[in-house]
């Protein structure tokens, strides 16, 4: 079992629908990242938490560090926010603690 | 600033050939990270610096594969011999202290043939 599960793994929306990225995990962890990737492109980072709730702009995350899970909202979904979002974690154990783990990406998909 | 510039965008190169992919952190971060992504693995982080020293190079595939920074504005990853399975998009991304966001350059797209 993958530390950092997303889901879903695709999803497919029309252009002004709100849209809900999942992300749970397994371990402990000091910090959570949300990436964008279009397709081709480099990676952007979104946002980075620890605890409770970020916004900018149309998207905005949220983590609950006692259930393991954090979610990436857009609010108003726009063709142009098509791209493959990735959550990444920063694990709290022991070691190397600035090793980002990731989960597998969901691909979005905003019709017009 | 022009941000973490990673060179070259693409490299094609054949099988046993030696290759060097090189990226230049933002001025005044001090930690810079190498990352590999594959279709079937995804994102895995190879292996990261601190004020230019190596702290964990346990993603590191083996031995073909080595990193170096001498200083704070400039890395290297190295892979000699290159084989198929090394085809990938290699990523450097730096930060300020790991406990802000980490800003990523655009990619190496690497195919050995």
């Known amino acids: 079992k993958n530390e950092v599960e997303q889901s879903p793994q695709n999803l497919t929306a029309q252009e002004g629908e709100f849209i809900t990225i999942n992300c749970s995990y397994s371990v402990g962890i000091s910090a959570l990242h949300w990436l964008q990737q279009h397709p081709g492109g480099g990676i952007v980072s979104l946002f980075m938490?620890?605890?409770g709730k970020k916004k900018h702009g149309r998207l905005i995350a949220t983590i609950n560090i006692q259930e393991k899970h954090s979610s990436l909202h857009i609010t108003a979904s726009h063709p142009r926010d098509s791209a493959v979002y990735i959550c990444a974690v920063r694990s709290n154990s022991g070691g190397s603690n600035y090793k980002l783990t990731f989960g597998k990406g969901t691909l979005l998909t905003v019709n017009p | 600033d022009a941000g973490v510039i990673q060179s070259p965008r693409h490299e094609v190169t054949e099988m046993g050939q030696e290759v060097t992919l090189r990226c230049k952190p933002i001025s005044g971060h001090d930690y810079l990270f190498w990352y590999r992504q594959t279709m079937m693995r995804g994102l895995e982080l190879l292996i990261y610096f601190n004020n230019n020293v190596p702290i964990d190079d346990s993603g590191m595939p083996e031995d073909r594969f080595s990193a170096k920074m001498p200083n704070a504005s400039f890395s290297t990853l190295k892979i000699q011999p290159s084989e198929p399975r090394d085809s990938a998009v290699y990523f450097c991304?730096?930060?300020?202290?790991?406990?802000?966001?980490?800003?990523f350059g655009s990619g190496t797209r690497l195919t050995v043939v």
């Open positions: 991304a730096s930060s300020f202290f790991a406990t802000y966001g980490y800003t």
């Open positions: 938490l620890s605890s």
